[in-house]
C-alpha cells in the first residue's frame, strides 16, 4: 500500500492492473448452493474446479474517507442455463454505496434492497453503474465468450455481507433461452416478510 498519491494503468488485452496488492480467484467449489441447477453443478464439479472470477484490489485502509477499488473480471460459462456470475453481497455497512465502469464484454449488474425491490441494468464497455447505498448487487457474464471486465470503486469502510444472499440467491436471475439472456424470477426467493 502506498502512502502518497499514486498513479497506474489497466490496459487491453488482459486489464490485470499494472500494481495490486491482492488478487481473489473464486472457482466453482465457491459457489456452492448459488446455482438453480444442483445437478449441473455437481456434474461440472466432478470434471474440475473451474475459475469463475477473479478480483485484483488495490489494499487501502478500510476507513470511511478511503475509496477500495480495483478490476473484477468474470469469465464466460454458465451452470444450467444460469451464467457465470459473481457471489454478490449487501455492504456491511448498509449504506454506502458503489460505482462500476465496465472495460470489456457483456452482462448484467443484478441488483435488490432488503425490502425486496430489485433492478437489472446491462454491462457494456464505457457503460457506468452507480449501485446506491443499500442494494446489494451481482455481475453476471452473458457473453458466451469474452470476459467481463469491470473498473469498481466503493467506500473504505463498506465491508462484505454475503450472508443473506447465500441462503436463498437473488430474487432475479440471469439465464439463457433460445440463445439469449433472460430476466427471471428465482423460485428459491420469498418476500421479506414471508422468511
Ligand atoms: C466490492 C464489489 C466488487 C466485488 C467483486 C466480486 O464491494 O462489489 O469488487 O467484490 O465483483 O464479487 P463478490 O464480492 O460478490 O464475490
Ligand atoms: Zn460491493
Not at 455481507?161 to 432475479?172: D, H, L, M, P, V
Request: proline fraction near 7%.
Amino acid at each position: 500500500m502506498k502512502d502518497g498519491p499514486y498513479s497506474f494503468e489497466i490496459k487491453k488485452p488482459n486489464y490485470i492492473p499494472s500494481q495490486y496488492d491482492n488478487h481473489i480467484t473464486r472457482h466453482l467449489s465457491n459457489m456452492a448452493g448459488q446455482y438453480l441447477d444442483q445437478d449441473d453443478f455437481e456434474n461440472q464439479l466432478a470434471e474440475g474446479d473451474n475459475l469463475l472470477y477473479e478480483v485484483y484490489e488495490l489494499k487501502r485502509p478500510e476507513v470511511a474517507g478511503e475509496i477500495l477499488h480495483g478490476i473484477s473480471i468474470v469469465h464466460p460459462g454458465k451452470v444450467g442455463q444460469e451464467y457465470y456470475m459473481t457471489k454478490g453481497h449487501y455492504h456491511t455497512v448498509l449504506a454506502t454505496a458503489e460505482i462500476y465502469y465496465t472495460l470489456q464484454g457483456q452482462g448484467y449488474m443484478v441488483m435488490e434492497t432488503p425490502e425486496g425491490d430489485w433492478s437489472v441494468e446491462s454491462l457494456s464497455p464505457g457503460s457506468v453503474l452507480y449501485v446506491p447505498p443499500r442494494w446489494a448487487h451481482r455481475s453476471v457474464n452473458i457473453d458466451p465468450t469474452q470476459d467481463l471486465v469491470m473498473f469498481f470503486a466503493y467506500p473504505g469502510d463498506a465491508g462484505h455481507n454475503y450472508a443473506s444472499i447465500e441462503t436463498q440467491g437473488f430474487r432475479k436471475l440471469v439465464v439463457e433461452v433460445d440463445g439469449s439472456a433472460a430476466v427471471v424470477d428465482n423460485p428459491r426467493w420469498a418476500p421479506p416478510e414471508s422468511r
